[in-house]
């Protein structure tokens, strides 16, 4: 049975596989990935690994530690390669990638609206928001990068909720990574929208969808401006 919400306020994005799908992030980046192809899957080792960590000292030094070792590449050529290829280069190849249907028109209706919105995503964001072409649609917008860690931490939720200045229930954070958005979203008791396919048995998302439109229409009702009571 759907729990019941009954006042939505804000509602904060992914981004990577959610504004846009991972299948037109790979039709987009595809042959870039495979020039890089080591460094990525690298990358990717190192980013499972680091999510597992807790207390961490620094995030960005133990990634560039661990990805390192998966190379068996120094730490300074590690480093400068992943500011080059996957905090620049991969970045600006997303100028290619189509939004979901509905997604742009979507943000629009909610500001229009007097929702607050927000990104929250596991790279920067403002850099991949322009490039998207959807800056200026944002009340808050930050990479849990600058909280220390990664989804499906606390911290980057909580900084959610300080930024947004709502209570964690009157928050909606929609993500397609059902470990990741929905699971980390709901430790923080901020209830969560699932992006996907396939609807995990005994979800704990408040909703799934794969369509914008039905998004839409399921806050239809739900949704109340923050300054109105």
């Known amino acids: 049975m759907e729990k019941r919400i009954y006042k939505i306020r804000a509602l904060a994005f992914d981004i990577d596989g959610t504004l846009y799908t991972n299948m037109a992030m790979y039709r987009a980046t595809a042959l870039f990935a495979l020039r890089h192809v080591r460094l990525f899957l690298a990358f990717g080792r190192a980013r499972k690994l680091v999510r597992q ?14 990805t390192a070792k998966e190379l068996e590449w120094d730490t300074e050529r590690t480093r400068k390669a992943l500011q080059k290829v ?7 190849r997303l100028r290619s990638v189509q939004l979901c249907d509905g997604a742009r028109e979507l943000l ?9 919105t927000a990104a929250m995503s596991d790279f920067p964001v403002a850099g991949k928001l322009s490039v998207l072409g959807l800056e200026g649609l944002w ?5 849990s990068e600058e909280t220390g860690y990664l ?11 300080a930024e947004l200045k ?4 009157e928050i909606l954070y929609v993500g397609n990574s059902y470990e990741y958005d929905v699971l980390g979203a709901s430790a923080v ?3 969560a929208a699932h992006f996907t396919w396939r609807t995990p048995r ?6 799934t969808f794969s369509r914008y439109s039905d998004l839409q229409e399921w806050l239809k009702p739900r949704i109340m401006p923050a300054e109105l009571d």
């Open 189 to 191: 008791g901020i209830p």
């Open 166 to 169: 709502l209570p964690a229930e």
């Open 139 to 143: 009340n808050v917008a930050f990479s």
């Open 86 to 92: 996957i905090y620049r280069e991969w970045e600006q």
């Open 202 to 207: 005994e979800s704990k998302a408040v909703f």
């Open 108 to 116: 629009v209706w909610l500001r229009r609206a007097g929702i607050r």
């Open 53 to 66: 960590e807790y207390p961490l000292q620094d995030l960005g030094e133990r990634t560039v530690e661990l």
């Open 151 to 161: 989804k499906p931490r606390a911290e980057p939720f909580n900084r959610l909720i």
